[in-house]
Every structure is written in C-alpha cells, then in structure tokens.
C-alpha cells in the first residue's frame, strides 16, 4: 500500500473534464427501504434520511464544489481502464452526477446503470457517450439479481453507509463471477485539521465535545472487509489530497456543497459562534499556511476485488515449491562474492 501526497487549491469554478432495454427503465425508482438508518444504534451511525436531504441539495448547487469529486471519479476511471478488457454491463454505485463515466467511453463500458439515493443528482448529470440507466436507490438495498455486472465501480459514496460488510457483500452478490469491485472512499486520516480545532475550541469554550466529522474506516479493515464479503486477488492503495482554503468557514462552506456533511446521530446541531471563531483561530495558527491559506487532508482508498471464477489465477499448492529460500540465500551470498 503506498500513499503519494498532492495538493489542490479552492477553485472558484470548476469545469468538468471529459476525456437498451434493461431489467430497469431508464428513469426507474426503485423504492429506498424506510427502515434504512432511520433510527441509531451501534450498527447504524447515519442518519440515512439526513444524507440523502443533503445530496439532494448539493446536487441543486453550483459545480464549482464538485472538484474532489472529480479527481476522485478521474482515479477510478484510470484503474478501470488498467484492466484491459470490455465491460458489456457496469453499474456505478452512489454516482452522483456522474464523476466516473465522464472519464470514460463505451469502449470501455457498453452501458451503465447509476444508482444513487438522491433522485436530484440525476437532474444534472455531466454527459457522456455511454448508453445509461438511472435508478434511485440505497447502496445497502440494491434491487438487482445476482451475477448481473461485469464490473461496479463506486466513488466517495460508501463512507456514509451503516452496514459497510453488508454492502460489500451486495456488490459481491449483483457481480458476475470474474467481475471485478473498484471503488474509492473517505479514510481515516481525512479532514483531521477540521477535527482536531473544532474539538480544542468546544474543549477551551465549552467544556466538552460533540463529534462534528464522520467516523471513518481504517485502511488496516478495509481488506478484511473485502475479504470476508467473498473478493479475492484484493488492491488496497492510498492517496492523500491536500486542498487549500482561505479559511475553515470556506472548508465547511465547500464539504456543505459537496454533499458532505456531518450526519451521523451523535452529532451536535449547532455550534456556538464563539465557538466557531475560535476553531478558526486555532486551524490557522496549529495549520495555516505562510500564505495564509489553510489545509484540509482528504485521505482516500482505493479497492480493487474480483469475484471468483475458475478461469483466474491460482496461488501454487504449499510445498510444490522446487527451489528452497535457504538456496536462494546462497546465490545471493555468491553473487555479492563475484
């Protein structure tokens, strides 16, 4: 696993880049479960119905917030097109307004179903030359039958579902063997500026504090996760994107934009606006910039599992080795000799 650093400035504007009959008509909703993260618990840390209010809304906004998710969707989109073959069916799970088919052709794809659970992303999609169907519906509950994907690729959608495994396991499920999973989500590491000043001004003002950024995955997890839903030959890299803000009420103005808000239940409504300059003060003076500016780090995942098929590669039996690793030891001792 290898993490490459980049940084991004704020742009005040940002221009998208571009390089059938189905089982679901184009335009086809299907139903989102009402029991899906309507209530808390240990197992369901979102407010499913809170997100889904805010993507509708960040949908209707400006593209000018739709940067990260861009690059994020660019990133997919070149490992998809590592894999050197034709996807005759490829769904693209939680795909907004379409931040990974914009980099691709049907060269690649011969068509796409996106799922989202805002209906309002679908009212704005950036175009692209592939054949697409739309359905609304939640990543946990996918309304489709098994083995019917080639490929699913899902980016910066899967960090606000309550049931991560069993979402892995969904994805396994509508895949068909030797179809292969690449997605991109949140880690762990991301937004911790944001964090840490929010936590140290509620702790200086008011004595307490309220987690005011979503919980994460840990990238350690994310294998075993993939794992346990049933992939195999499983990716797992990492990637730190730098984006700089005049300040921390810009980096909340842009994740408000994004779509991505706080909505876990735990979380505090409102906070107090001394409260809030003095985060701002202390994002400034632990992070700032010489320039001014501040930071936010946005860590990401990217995953790569295939569903099994006997026509994959298979790792060699125990013991069918025919060169010991002690024999190895003693061409390397004779070579450095020579």
Known sequence: MMAAVRALCRPVLTAPR???RLWAQPGRKANVPPHSGTSPGARSPFDRRLKRKQKNWAALQPAKYEYLRDEVGCGVADRVLDIPRTFPLALDL?????????????EVIEKLVQVDIAENVFKNTVESDIPTVSVVADEEFLPFKEDTFDLVVSSLSLHWVNDLPKAFREIHHVLKPDGVFIGAMFGGDTLYELRCSLQL??????????????PFVAVSDLGHLLARAGFNTLTVDTDEIQ??????????????GMGES??????KPLLHRDTMLAAAAIYREMYGNSDGSVPATFQIFYMIGWKFHESQAKPAQRGSATVSLADLAKIDKFLHQK
Do not use: K
């Open 201 to 214: 001004a509620e702790l200086e003002r008011e004595g307490g504090f309220s987690p005011h950024v979503s």
């Open 94 to 106: 939680g795909c907004g307004r379409g931040y990974i088919a914009q980099h691709l052709n049907q």
């Open 262 to 267: 706080n909505c876990s239940w735990n979380r």
């Open 18 to 20: 571009c390089r059938c």
């Open 243 to 256: 984006v700089n803000y005049p300040g921390l009420f810009e980096v909340m103005e842009d994740l408000q």
